[in-house]
């Protein structure tokens, strides 16, 4: 492109920090030399012309608060590593239509520039659809109140409106000054994400989205699509003009693997584009691992045959807030708040035994940077932090506005992202005792109330629809309608939250439906109702007791404080515990840390970044839905420790 004009003026100074920056390797490369192409003759990348093998590994800036994204690509700069893959989400970076957010977290080109000063190239994954077990796999979920028979990742024309918007008017500008040939990190951009596993199998959308990518960035950066290691994967996946590459673990013959890339690349380098150290986990499973041996085996057989290779994921980090998506298997299964993946350098960022092996093999092929490895943060025992009852979320529900409807509207109808919606409608006909009350389907966990007492719980996860209610005309009947996480995999992305469906007593369909979105996603909304709850409740004499929406603490808001020492040392991280407590979502200092749900495992902890305590006082607070040790009020504990637990027992 004009590379040739950047030489001089504004660019000088930058330039010259750069070279600063990257001594040897960039001394002999000005913006014009710098290229980064496919040798198809040779079946290699070149680099300034130079064949090229990457070593690569997966970091997520949305999954690492910004503090600790330089410790995190040092250390996989460290391991000899010398490639950064990530993806971007689309749904984060416009939460809502036409709202943007590129900062704190999601502050994408401090990341990739923080990549290069790290001494990394970069592979981006530009979406729009990115799974990588996130809300419907990174699509933002308004798309759905767009559209509701939106054909998601397709060339449904409603669909792709905001894809070219998103992509032309935003993300590709911010991205093209960051390409190779424009002195940045990028090398090479993906297309679309394992497309060949969707049923759709439409080649208008792929050739679409890979003529707007070009059309954004220019004729020169390398393309490419990631699929399966089958040639059914690769036939729908596979987009004319972008280089195909695939993906696989450990264990196999990774020689077979590749000859499926060959059947679509008969020559180019081979390419592993997520290449798992270790798995993802589900709540109520066992945790998933992987042998360090096996894993750094395959590494080794991948590397001899030239192959680059990006390991899936070596930081997982943590999917904090309500960011976490659920997989469709035989049943609904929700993803947890960690994203540790038995990867090289765990949730908390430390270096695994892994970590060492595959050091070991990585040091055969590409030379390992000198100095020494950073070391574990320090971890720390801050201990029990007492809470209180604030008040539940049926009382903050007459302090939120609402919305009336004969029938019920999804979460995407009402404009709710994430978190809970308080559906109640008043009982207009006499019931036998017990009838028969039947939510098909909750999506994705109901809990339901009489008259404001706890009458059960529905749930997508165990297919339990139906509840055993007594109740007499006119009381009111309560369900609040949790979302677990939008499926981020398959063919069922387009998951509807909250009642999907009509609910019906004996056979007769409830009408008359009040609607109240807890605003859970938005801290300052939150505080803002819980600041009214507690005065609601401080006002209105109501007793210790009933601040506690069940008998066992569930669907109640509970604050407290602990102290972080004022000296150099701290703050430092910690993990937090909650035993007696039953699901739920926690905020330290106003940042959702996530979902817990200790009762089910494998996850018992949650990670807390040092990155979000402050010396002195720091606040807590926690939303149980289920059951609480708050009854007793000398109980009403959880604890801050230094050992992480995310392989805790799980149901049978
Ligand atoms: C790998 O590349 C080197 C250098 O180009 C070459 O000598 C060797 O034969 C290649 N190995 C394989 C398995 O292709
Ligand atoms: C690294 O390789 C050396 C030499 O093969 C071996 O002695 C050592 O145990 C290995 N270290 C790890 C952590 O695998
Ligand atoms: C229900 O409430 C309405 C309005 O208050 C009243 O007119 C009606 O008689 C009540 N029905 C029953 C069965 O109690
Ligand atoms: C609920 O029932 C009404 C009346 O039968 C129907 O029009 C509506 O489509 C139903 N809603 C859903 C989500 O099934």
Request: proline share 7%; charged share 20%; aromatic share 12%.
């Amino acid at each position: 492109m004009a590379g040739g004009t950047k030489a001089d003026g504004v660019l000088l100074f930058p330039l010259l920090l750069f070279l600063s920056l990257h001594c040897s390797s960039a001394l002999k490369s000005s913006d014009a030399d710098r290229t980064f192409v496919i040798d198809y003759e040779n079946d290699q990348f070149l680099k300034d012309g130079e064949p090229f093998q990457y070593i690569s590994g997966s970091i997520h800036y949305f999954r690492v608060i910004p503090s600790n994204w330089r410790d995190r690509l040092k250390k996989m700069r460290m391991a000899g590593f010398n490639a950064l893959q990530t993806y971007v989400e689309w749904s984060s970076h416009e939460p809502e239509p036409g709202v943007y957010d590129f900062t704190g977290m999601l502050d994408l080109e401090s990341f990739l520039k923080m990549a290069q000063e790290e001494d990394l190239v970069v592979i981006l994954r530009l979406g729009p659809f990115i799974d990588a077990e996130r809300d419907m796999g990174g699509l933002p979920y308004w798309l759905l109140n767009k559209n509701p028979d939106m054909r998601l990742r397709s060339s449904d024309s409603s669909y792709l409106t905001y894809v070219d918007d998103w992509y032309g008017n935003v993300l590709l500008p911010k991205i093209k000054p960051l390409l190779y040939e424009n002195g940045g990190p990028v090398i090479m951009l993906q297309v679309e994400n394992e497309y060949g596993s969707y049923p759709d199998c439409d080649f208008a959308y792929t050739s679409h989205l890979r003529d707007l990518v070009r059309q954004g960035v220019g004729d020169n950066v390398v393309l490419f699509t990631t699929d399966g290691d089958g040639a059914s994967y690769l036939k729908c996946g596979k987009i004319p003009g972008v280089y195909s590459t695939v993906d696989f673990g450990s264990g196999g013959d990774a020689k077979k693997s590749f000859a499926a890339m060959r059947l679509f690349e008969p020559h180019g380098p081979l390419v592993n584009s997520e290449y798992y150290p270790g798995w993802l986990d589900h709540w109520g499973e066992p945790h998933s691992t992987l042998d360090s041996e096996v894993i750094a085996k395959t590494l080794d057989d991948m590397l001899a045959l030239n192959a680059s290779v990006n390991m899936y994921v070596f930081h997982g980090g943590t999917s904090f807030g309500l960011t976490a998506g659920s997989n469709m298997g035989s049943t609904f299964q929700a993803c947890p708040t960690s994203y540790d993946y038995d990867a090289p350098l765990s949730e908390a960022g430390d270096p695994t035994e892994k970590y060492w092996v595959i050091r070991n093999i990585t040091q055969k092929y590409l030379p390992l940077p000198s100095g020494d490895v950073p070391p574990a943060s320090p971890k720390y025992t801050y201990g029990n932090v007492q809470l209180s009852p604030v008040g539940n979320v049926l009382q903050m529900s007459t302090l939120l506005q609402s919305l009336t409807q004969q029938y019920p509207l999804t979460f995407e109808q009402l404009s709710v992202a994430s978190g809970l919606v308080l559906y109640e409608t008043v009982l207009p006909f006499r019931i036998s005792d017990p009838a028969r009350l039947s939510i098909n389907e909750v999506h994705d966990r109901g809990y339901v109330f009489v008259e404001s007492r706890f009458a059960g719980i529905v749930s997508r996860e165990q297919e339990l629809y139906d509840l055993a209610l007594s109740a007499l005309p006119n009381q009111t009947i309560s369900i609040v309608v949790e979302s677990q996480g939008r499926i981020c995999y398959g063919s069922q992305i387009n998951d509807f939250k909250g009642l999907t469906t009509n609910v019906t007593i004996n056979g007769n369909t409830l009408e008359n439906w009040k609607m109240v979105p807890i605003p859970l996603s938005n801290v300052p909304r939150l505080s803002s109702a819980l600041k009214r709850l507690k005065f609601k409740v401080t006002t209105s004499g109501i007793s210790p007791q009933e601040l506690l929406a069940t008998p066992q603490g569930g669907m109640t808001f509970y604050e407290g404080s602990f102290n972080v020492p004022d000296d150099d040392s701290h703050p430092q991280d910690t993990f937090l515990r909650l035993d007696g407590w039953g699901k739920g979502i926690v905020w330290v200092n106003d940042f959702c840390l996530g979902r817990y749900w200790p009762e089910v495992g494998p996850q018992v902890t949650l990670y807390i970044p040092n990155g979000v305590l402050m010396k002195g006082p720091n606040t807590l607070v926690v939303l149980e839905y289920e059951v609480s040790p708050c009854v007793l009020p000398d109980s009403c504990l959880l604890t801050l420790q230094d050992k992480h637990v995310i392989n805790g027992p799980t149901p049978a």
